[in-house]
Structure formats: C-alpha cells, structure tokens
C-alpha cells in the first residue's frame, strides 16, 4: 500500500495480499470503492472480520446480500442522491461564489482552485497532496474541490473524497461537507449532522497524515456543513467541532484486524465472486468468515439482514444489542439467558444470573396480580 500521501513505496507483501483480494473478489470483478460513509460505518464496529475482508477485497455486499437472498433497503434513495448533486452543484456554481459567500471572502480572484485530476485514484492522491502543499506554501487561499485523499485501513488502501477542502492563507485547512436535509432557525436534525460529523471526521484523520509532513499546515477540527437555508435552496452554514467523532475512529480504526490476518485464516479456494459462484458457494463463503453483528448494523451495512438471521438461528445474544451483552457476562446463547432467569442453570453469585432472577420473579408476580 501507499503511503497516506498516496505515492510513497509499497511494503513488502502488499501486491500478494493485493493479489489474494481479487481472487476473493473475483479476478474479472472491479473492486467496489470505499467510501467515507463505509469507513466511519467499519469503524463503528471493528470487531467484524467480515465486513472487514469484504470492504477490504472490494466485494459489492449489495449484489452479494441479493444472491444471497437477504436484501438490504440500506443506502440512499435516487431521489436524495439526486437533490444531493443538485444543491451542491448550486454551492459550487460559478466558481464556488455561494460557498465562498459563507466563507466571507469577497473577492474570487483571491482564491485558487487547483487542477487536481490525474490518472487513478493513487495518482489524483498524488496531485491533491502537492496542490496543498503548494496552496499552502503560497498563502494564498485555495478550493480544492473532489480531492482525493489516501489512507490505510486494516492493512488496505482505502480512498476518500471530501467534497471540498479550504486552504486558508494562515495554512489551516478546512473540510467541508455539503448535505441537501434543510438546517432550520440556524440547526439541523441531531441524527443527521452526527453522521455528517462521524464521516467528516474520516476526511480530516486522512488530512491529518498529509499535513504532518507539510511545513506550516494543521488541519482544522471544526468542519463546515453547508446545507439549505429553512425551507428554501439557499446554502447556510455551521462550523461542527468534530474532535470527539475523530478520536473515536481513529481508535476504532486501529484496533481493525489486519486484512492479512483474515486472509491467512481463510479456507483454500474460498470465492466471493458474485457473479461465477452460485448462492450456496457464497453463503459457505460468508460464513467461512466471523461476523460480529449487532442490531446497529442495520443502518450501516448491506449484509446485516443475512448476518441477523443467522445471528437469530446461533441463538446468540449479540442479536439483542451490545449494551444487552455487556450486561449478560459469561451468558452468551439466549436459551442459557433464559435457563438462568428460570433459575434452571447459571452460578447464582453471578451478578448477570442474580438479575435476571429477580426480573423474572417481579415478571411471575406481576402476572399473578393481574
């Protein structure tokens, strides 16, 4: 893998696991992307090797959760993915003026909107870190709009596009997240702006590693979230402090299993290729790979119906939650839970089994009072 800059050497190694993820994916396959959105949603639970491998090999967990007969409603409808382009081809029109509106620069001959395109993504990484390097070595202000940004998760590249990022002449930079759900009287829901939190706060950590290594640079922990003004399609603006979501992902991040390890734990001849495999060959496949499923996977990944179900048939109590299994101990099937509560097995010392009994005894007399 590349350095975060996105064009430093390779280590040693990494072409061969490069090599082993296409053959899981599918040699003839093109890798699915990773995406801001997808990282803060891995990060958010580190523990699952399988969606680990699979993000990390590039596998499509839509075609692969419909092959294997469990589809998700997860992700964005066309409809909100098409008012998201169209408000922020409104902020960025005529060379950003509404965007550079909310940042209180009056005049655009000030700022400079570097050319950042190049060939493929570790290229384009290449080109955004020389163009903020040299944006902030001139002083000058700078929109660096779609850059590309490379950083490594789990022993895997994984490339990011923030929708802007601000050079300020004083060398701080400043992400910039565009959403299309209205911020009414100066605030937005509380649910959305924290996801928008949670996946700029991934931009600003892969920041992060460029400015180490550029002279005069810091990144920003306030980020700038644009969206409608009230009910109407004017761009406003609120700088969200994102200190609190950066510490939690970049600790998230690094206790992610290395896709090495995964790999090297893995069954010969193992495929997650969707389209040559028959649904059985992929379902031995996902299961050949440990899940840690909780019910908040939900809303964040497009296996999570094909893990909850077998979670539900393991009779596991991951199923309930993760609060609910920090409270349970050494209890970890939901027959022994209820074994426990019945008073038919489980150390009455144990705090877990002592609750449980006392709930089911309340539960036995409140019935008997009705």
Partial sequence: MSTSLGNGPERPGQTTVRHQLAELRGPAT???PLDARALAALAANPGCRRRALLDGAGVDKTALAEKLGSPSGFGQSQ?????GNAFEAKVKADGGRELLRLLGIEDPAAVDLPDLAAAGPQGRAARTALALREATGAGRWALLDHPMLAVEVAGAPVYLEPDVVVVHPDGRWTVVEIKSFPMIDGSADAAKVGAAARQAAVYVLALGRIAA???GA??????????????SNLPTASAVDVRKQLSVTRRQLERLTRIEEIVAALPEGLSFDVAECSAEQLAGAVEAVPHAYAPECLAACEL?????ERARAADVVEA?????RGELGGLTTIGEVLAAARGEQGDPDDPAVAALRRAQALRTEALACR
Avoid: M, Q, Y
């Fill in 218 to 231: 810091r990144v920003a922990h306030s980020v700038l979230l644009v969206c409608p003004k009230d009910f």
């Fill in 320 to 324: 309930l939650g993760r609060s609910v």
């Fill in 213 to 215: 290594v550029t002279e």
């Fill in 30 to 32: 093109v890798p699915r």
């Fill in 304 to 308: 999570a119906f094909h893990c909850r």
């Fill in 79 to 83: 409809f909100a993915i098409a008012r």
